[in-house]
């Protein structure tokens, strides 16, 4: 479809949580948008924007306060006490930018929020202007925390087994984790839960998934919302319909693989198992070493990602490089799932890397740890079938021959080629949905229609 005409070129203000995983697929979508014609604006707070190395040259900053102006959450002295800094302080310096605007005469003519910062929407009402929300977590996760905001759950959890509509039966450890850690921090379930104490509200309710893999519950969903749209999966053309040959990563990283890719050149097709558990999540030092010797001893190479951070927890023998293995502190993970020696994937299951290894057809050993993992991992393995659940002790960790086992099964065995038979499956699927004409495509015209006429 062409770009509609620039005589009235809508303006769309996308506000992110300051978070990685929640910048790049919302940038994501704002180049979809962009092709469309429609002028982006990313709103990210002042401590964020401060380690934002770049964006995608086209997409305008503005910054807003979520009362922690030079660092961000790490300034504040809990997760608690930023959360509800940033609940008191942002809505009013969100109002503020939109004032600014006003009195320059720049229109806005949408704000595209995350869920996580419900409270946007009430300030563009209170401007008159179309809200959108943007849910960064797929519709089954989204789905039980809008059945706990209508009070369908009783927490604490009492129970061991939990039906909802339009999902698989979910055991306790299939939930979302702060179902289980209620008792302990209830403020975090409760600022999940509040993605949707307005959403009714929204003109939009749009998702980073698409139709095909979410279509039961959202079929369930949007009997509900009859405004939901799936308009994932939000990852770099170039790694999915290849419409825009400049879009090949999300934009906003600085840093270069270039050994990861060519140590990788030299392996065999299939050969190496790639793990990576995101940007946040923190393993204990026992956890590092079984993982550790299980990777040196399988009978696969291993290209292991471990942050900055986290490196002082490997084991003292443990050699970051060598003709079997290579341990890297960040890589271009979308270069890397599609580079052909890649075999199969560890991940924490995290959506993103999720959506990341759909679109690659690259199966997956998941290694979920908390949040929305856990529920991802049991669509990975039981729903969409596209790798297996790492089984743990009593102590919750991943022995190395427990790992050693499940790379053997996914990397060498018959149920191993069904699963990559899978996943090649949902490959071609997520491309479809993408491409011209495919579901995800359509519902972005379809927004994007609104915004010109509106």
């Known amino acids: 479809m062409e770009k509609q005409s620039m005589a009235k070129r809508a303006h769309c203000l996308v506000l992110a949580y300051p978070l990685q995983g929640h910048i790049n697929p919302m940038i994501q979508f704002s180049k979809l948008l962009e092709h469309q014609g429609v002028r982006i604006t990313l709103v990210t ?5 401060n380690n934002l190395k770049k964006v995608p040259p086209s997409i305008e900053l503005e910054t807003i306060s979520d009362g922690f102006d030079l660092s961000g959450r790490t300034e504040a002295e809990s997760y608690k006490a930023y959360l509800d800094r940033f609940l008191q302080v942002g809505p009013v310096s969100f109002a503020g930018l939109l004032e600014k605007l006003g009195e320059e005469k720049d229109h806005v003519d949408c704000v595209i929020y995350d869920s996580f910062l419900p409270w946007a929407l009430d300030v563009a009402k209170r401007f008159g202007i179309m809200g959108a929300v943007f849910l960064t977590q797929n519709m089954s996760v989204n789905s039980v925390y809008y059945h706990a905001h209508l009070g369908n759950l009783q927490v604490p959890l009492t129970h ?6 339009a999902l698989p039966k979910l055991q306790l450890e299939d939930m979302p984790s702060f179902f289980l850690t209620y008792e302990q921090h209830p403020y975090i379930l409760d600022f999940f839960v509040d993605q949707f104490s307005n959403i009714h509200k929204a003109d939009w309710v749009l998702c980073n998934s698409f139709y095909e893999l979410d279509k039961e519950v959202t079929d369930w969903i949007t009997k509900i919302w009859s405004n939901f749209r799936n308009i994932g999966p939000n990852i770099p053309s170039m790694f999915l319909d290849k419409r825009h040959e400049e879009d090949q990563d999300y934009g906003v990283a600085e840093f270069k693989s270039e050994e990861c890719m060519d140590w990788l050149d030299g ?14 999540a923190m393993l204990g030092g026992e956890q590092m070493e079984e993982l550790a010797y299980g990777l040196r001893e399988c009978s696969s190479y291993f290209l292991w990602v471990v942050r900055a951070s986290e490196e002082n927890k490997l084991p003292k023998d443990f050699e970051k490089k060598s003709e079997k293995g290579l341990v890297v502190t960040w890589c271009s993970q979308l270069q890397v799932l599609a580079h052909e020696a ?8 995290g959506w993103n890397s999720i959506l990341e290894t759909l679109c690659l057809g690259v199966p997956t050993i998941a290694i979920p740890h908390w949040s929305d993992q856990t529920t991802n991992a049991k669509l990975i393995a039981d729903v969409w079938k596209i790798g297996i659940r790492v089984p743990t002790d009593d102590k919750k960790i991943v022995r190395r021959e427990t790992l050693m086992n499940c790379i053997r099964k996914v990397m060498g065995t018959e149920e191993g080629k069904v699963i990559k038979g899978n996943s090649i499956r949902w490959k071609t699927l997520s491309l479809r949905a993408a491409g011209e004409g495919g579901s995800s495509y359509e519902n972005i015209i379809e927004f994007t229609n609104k915004l010109f006429s509106s």
Not at 160 to 165: D, E, N, R, V
Not at 269 to 274: D, I, P
Not at 342 to 349: E, Y
């Open 267 to 280: 392996k065999p097709k299939e050969s190496v198992v790639y793990v990576s558990f995101g940007s946040l």
């Open 160 to 165: 061991h087994q939990f039906s909802f509509p």
């Open 342 to 349: 890649i075999g199969c994937f560890v991940t924490h299951c």
């Open 45 to 49: 707070t002042r401590s964020y924007f």
